[in-house]
């Protein structure tokens, strides 16, 4: 077969997939369903989830970041989360995103590692909703509540990059962003 234009796409496709840790690579292949009503009772039919460091690392950010917001809400919180995960200005790791800039009291990604209180997990039934999401999520979940957002705040604030990224959703009490691309600076 000669190297046509087709097949040299194709190889490269190829390649791509071959590159992709097992699980992303399983995650693109076998996705949950994608007709999702985000509700309570749609959630509460998915199996109990436990998992591993990326997983309690994910269940702990939404119960909480958003363990007050619906069902929803919930989804687009991991969301962010994740589509970090992918972009390659932040860590490659759920766990790396969520404690980014920890260690500097209120210097960091998400409040909740950073503010100088305790973490309990006190809401026994909040975590396990929680776990599903991120367990759903983590397993490839479809990607389209929030438009490719890295970035949400709660309206009762008004951070100063809001200004400058575009707003793709608001869900709950939440409005989530994208950040927009670099282009070089001289």
């Known amino acids: ?24 690579r399983e995650a693109l292949f076998s996705r949950p369903e994608t007709n999702v009503t985000y509700t309570r009772e749609w959630l509460a039919q998915n199996a109990v989830a436990k998992g591993d460091e990326q997983w309690r690392c994910l269940a702990e950010a939404l119960y909480f970041e958003a363990r007050g917001e619906s069902v929803k809400g919930q989804f687009a919180v991991a969301e962010v989360i994740l589509n970090r995960v992918d972009n390659p200005r932040y860590p490659d790791t759920v766990c790396g995103v969520i404690h980014q800039g920890t260690g500097r009291k209120y210097q960091c990604q998400f409040t909740y590692t950073c503010d100088g209180h305790k973490e309990v997990i006190a809401e026994p039934k909040a975590f396990k909703q929680v776990g599903r999401v991120a367990h759903l999520m983590l397993n490839g979940a479809e990607r389209s509540l929030t438009k490719g957002a890295t970035h949400y705040h709660t309206r009762a604030v008004r951070p100063k990059w809001s200004k400058t990224y575009p707003r793709t959703a608001t869900i709950g009490v939440h409005h989530f962003y994208r950040q927009t691309t670099r282009v070089s600076s001289n």
């Open 1 to 24: 077969m000669a190297d046509t234009p087709v097949k040299k796409l194709v190889d490269q496709e190829q390649s791509a997939l071959k590159a992709l840790p097992d699980g992303k």
